[in-house]
T-cell receptor, first 113, second 112 residues
Framework: RKEVEQDPGPFNVPEGATVAFNCTYS??????FFWYRQDCRKEPKLLMS???SGNEDGRFTAQLNRASQYISLLIRDSKLSDSATYLC??????????????FGKGTHLIIQP | DGGITQSPKYLFRKEGQNVTLSCEQN?????MYWYRQDPGQGLRLIYY???????QKGDIAEGYSVSREKKESFPLTVTSAQKNPTAFYLC???????????FGSGTRLTVV
């Protein structure tokens, strides 16, 4: 099983719709979870951290399910500017080879007018 | 403003040449990282450094070298031993391994 798995998409969604995507991770000892956004030919930028209790930032909601080892991202009232690739990020537990964060390959989202 | 700066933005390398990519941060972060991203692919870790004068190999270190002589700087050298160096190179830094990373704007390296 890959460390972090995401559906690559693309997800084609009409403007104003709600879209959700999940990410699964393999290491049950992971403690840090994030969603990053990457625009075409740009660097990834932190969208939000994901906490055990779930968290919301405006139109964006992130959830963590430790029992099933997945995190989710929900985008409400989607905007054209939300079109990007969304990267799921999980920390490697200590002793799991190279240390630090592991990045999923991303889910490509296209918001259509 | 604090941030992380990569230079150059675009770099062209001839076969058999070594090239060095610059990465400087003024965020006072202890940890720094180098990633490689190929078209349509995820980020792959090349090297990382937790503190000055210490660094570790990542998942794809062959053909690359780094140094960490100052906290602010973590240059990456792409050597002639790297057989397929054309890629987008991203440098990042963080307060610790388990905190979120801040990325530089990247260097696009092309072999000509």
């Amino acid at each position: 099983r890959k460390e972090v798995e995401q559906d690559p998409g693309p997800f084609n969604v009409p403007e104003g719709a709600t879209v959700a995507f999940n990410c699964t991770y393999s290491n049950s000892a992971s403690q840090s979870f994030f969603w990053y956004r990457q625009d075409c030919r740009k660097e990834p930028k932190l969208l939000m951290s994901v906490y055990s209790s779930g968290n919301e930032d405006g139109r964006f909601t992130a959830q963590l399910n430790r029992a099933s080892q997945y995190i989710s991202l929900l985008i409400r009232d989607s905007k054209l500017s939300d079109s990007a690739t969304y990267l799921c990020v999980v920390n490697r537990a200590i002793g799991g080879g190279a240390d630090g964060l592991t990045f999923g390959k991303g889910t490509h989202l296209i918001i259509q007018p | 403003d604090g941030g992380i700066t990569q230079s150059p933005k675009y770099l062209f390398r001839k076969e058999g040449q070594n090239v060095t990519l610059s990465c400087e941060q003024n965020l006072n972060h202890d940890a720094m990282y180098w990633y490689r991203q190929d078209p349509g692919q995820g980020l792959r870790l090349i090297y990382y450094s937790q503190i000055v004068n210490d660094f570790q190999k990542g998942d794809i270190a062959e053909g690359y070298s780094v140094s960490r002589e100052k906290k602010e700087s973590f240059p990456l050298t792409v050597t002639s031993a790297q057989k397929n160096p054309t890629a987008f190179y991203l440098c990042a830094s963080s307060i610790s391994f388990y905190e979120s990373y801040t990325f530089g704007s990247g260097t696009r390296l092309t072999v000509v």
